[in-house]
């Protein structure tokens, strides 16, 4: 990228912010002003808010989690595999059985990882 390709983007910079500064300014100026309890009063999906928010989670909700972004992950190197394997743009013909040996020892692992959490009882909501 040299100099003269610079301007339009400072351009675009400029304009992202003067757009942010005016609707936060403009938000304020015309924004309700008087505050009651009601407003004041935290809103979730329509009903009332019951018991503290600051109660913590069961270790168990942070495993699921964890659980689900490495398959979510998994599925991230698994499309673009399956998409690209045997296409003529995707995987040359002589690296085709190395990565189809690779992506199997990874969903080993995966599945190793997966029915280790399942004996280690992450799935049983007691």
């Known amino acids: 990228m040299n100099l003269?390709?610079?301007?339009?983007?400072?351009?675009?910079?400029?304009?992202?912010?003067?757009?942010?500064?005016?609707?936060?300014?403009?938000?304020?100026?015309?924004g309700p002003k008087k505050k009651t309890p009601v407003k004041d009063m935290p809103y979730e999906s329509g009903m009332d808010p019951v018991g503290d928010a600051r109660q913590p989670f069961d270790v168990r909700f942070y495993l699921v989690a964890i659980l689900f972004l490495v398959f979510d992950v998994e599925l991230l190197f698994l499309y673009p595999w399956a998409v690209s394997a045997y296409s003529e743009a995707g995987v040359p013909p002589e690296l085709r059985d190395t990565v189809f040996g690779i992506m199997l020892v990874f969903m080993g692992t995966?599945?190793?990882?997966?029915?280790?959490?399942?004996?280690?009882g992450v799935f049983r909501w007691r």
Do not use: E, M, Q, S
């Open 4 to 30: 003269p390709d610079l301007p339009p983007l400072f351009v675009y910079g400029a304009i992202l912010v003067g757009f942010v500064v005016t609707n936060l300014l403009v938000a304020h100026l015309l």
């Open 110 to 120: 995966l599945a190793l990882a997966w029915v280790y959490a399942w004996r280690k």
